[in-house]
């Protein structure tokens, strides 16, 4: 997350970087102080909470509006609610990233879209408030994880209808790589390798899938994965007796040479063997 300004530093305690997560990540409107507390500090007596919520807020706004002309520049604070001033100049991956993904669909139209989209997927290879085990913190980064696989899928699919295979496998391969579970984008994968003429390397996307599958689920492919399978075979079959033909038409070839070279040597025999007889016959007969 960034603020545009001077003089700010960076939340240092985990009560700051909590209240300024959830600020941050729950942004449509501000919140009321006593759900707040109740929130972040549910394990708390409601009296101990709103003090830790104070306290806490106290310290977030040192940190990031550490001048009196600087209050208010960020955070929104009354009596009653708390919020973030989103007109000032705040940046934060995750809202980018969802405001990107809400415009998904148009992707495949809008170059604006689709740069936004692999923008704010890129900003998310990290683990949200990674060290922070809140249950809010928890469907947070799992709803985000979520919103990243589908925006990652959504970006593979564009890119494979514009033609851009490789592109489209980078895509599929980074879903795998955080969720190795996910069939339906082990079959685009395989897919993609079919188009680029990769059998080999779809063969062995084939088997990482169904050993993963049967591994962590301790279940078979699914039919339409067992289907891409009998489509590889299909493959090896026909490109198989063009491999089989051009080395049966060598091996003639080089037959034929053979036959050819041995009759020149039989022709070559029978004329040595003529010119003998020839000569034998005009010799004179002497007694």
Same mark, same amino acid.
């Given at each position: 997350?960034?603020?545009?300004?001077?003089?700010?530093?960076?939340?240092?305690?985990?009560?700051?970087?909590?209240?300024?997560?959830?600020?941050? !990540?729950?942004? =449509? *409107?501000?919140?009321?102080?006593?759900?707040?507390?109740a929130?972040?500090?549910?394990?708390?007596p409601?009296?101990?909470?709103?003090?830790?919520?104070?306290?806490?807020?106290?310290?977030l706004?040192?940190?990031?509006?550490?001048?009196?002309?600087?209050?208010?520049?960020?955070?929104?604070?009354?009596?009653g609610?708390?919020?973030?001033?989103w007109?000032?100049?705040?940046?934060?991956?995750a809202?980018?990233?969802?405001?990107a993904?809400?415009?998904?669909?148009?992707?495949?139209? *809008?170059?604006?879209?689709?740069?936004?989209?692999?923008s704010?997927?890129?900003?998310?290879?990290?683990? !949200?408030?990674?060290?922070?085990?809140?249950?809010?913190?928890? $469907?947070?980064?799992?709803?985000?994880?979520?919103? +990243?696989?589908?925006?990652l899928?959504?970006?593979?699919?564009?890119?494979?209808? =514009?033609g851009?295979?490789?592109?489209? !496998?980078?895509?599929? +391969?980074?879903?795998?790589?955080?969720?190795?579970l996910?069939?339906?984008?082990? +079959?685009?994968?395989?897919r993609?390798?079919?188009?680029?003429?990769?059998?080999?390397?779809?063969?062995r996307?084939?088997?990482? *899938?169904?050993?993963?599958?049967?591994?962590?689920?301790?279940?078979?492919?699914?039919?339409?994965?067992r289907?891409?399978?009998a489509?590889?075979?299909?493959?090896?079959a026909?490109?198989?007796?063009?491999?089989?033909? *051009?080395?049966?038409?060598?091996?003639?070839?080089? =037959?034929? @040479?053979?036959?050819?070279?041995?009759?020149?040597? $039989?022709?070559?025999s029978?004329?040595?063997?003529?010119? @003998?007889?020839s000569?034998?016959?005009?010799?004179?007969?002497?007694?």
């Amino acid at each position: 997350m960034s603020l545009h300004g001077t003089g700010w530093t960076s939340p240092t305690t985990r009560s700051e970087v909590r209240l300024l997560g959830f600020l941050a !990540l729950n942004n =449509a *409107c501000p919140h009321a102080r006593e759900k707040l507390a109740a929130q972040l500090w549910s394990d708390a007596p409601p009296e101990r909470a709103r003090g830790a919520l104070k306290t806490a807020l106290w310290r977030l706004r040192r940190a990031i509006e550490p001048g009196r002309a600087d209050r208010g520049r960020f955070l929104t604070a009354t009596a009653g609610e708390i919020g973030l001033n989103w007109s000032a100049d705040i940046r934060c991956d995750a809202v980018a990233f969802q405001r990107a993904h809400a415009r998904r669909g148009d992707i495949s139209r *809008c170059p604006d879209a689709f740069a936004a989209l692999d923008s704010g997927v890129a900003g998310l290879e990290g683990e !949200l408030l990674e060290g922070y085990y809140d249950d809010w913190v928890i $469907l947070e980064r799992e709803r985000l994880n979520a919103a +990243r696989s589908r925006a990652l899928f959504a970006l593979m699919v564009a890119t494979r209808d =514009a033609g851009e295979y490789e592109r489209a !496998l980078i895509y599929g +391969r980074r879903i795998l790589d955080r969720d190795p579970l996910r069939e339906s984008v082990h +079959r685009e994968v395989i897919r993609l390798y079919l188009k680029l003429g990769q059998r080999v390397q779809a063969l062995r996307q084939y088997e990482f *899938c169904t050993r993963i599958i049967a591994e962590e689920l301790g279940i078979a492919p699914m039919p339409e994965t067992r289907a891409l399978r009998a489509e590889i075979a299909t493959r090896e079959a026909l490109a198989a007796p063009k491999t089989h033909s *051009c080395s049966a038409d060598a091996e003639l070839d080089r =037959a034929l @040479r053979r036959v050819e070279a041995a009759l020149q040597e $039989l022709a070559l025999s029978h004329a040595d063997l003529a010119a @003998r007889i020839s000569e034998r016959d005009d010799r004179p007969v002497t007694h």
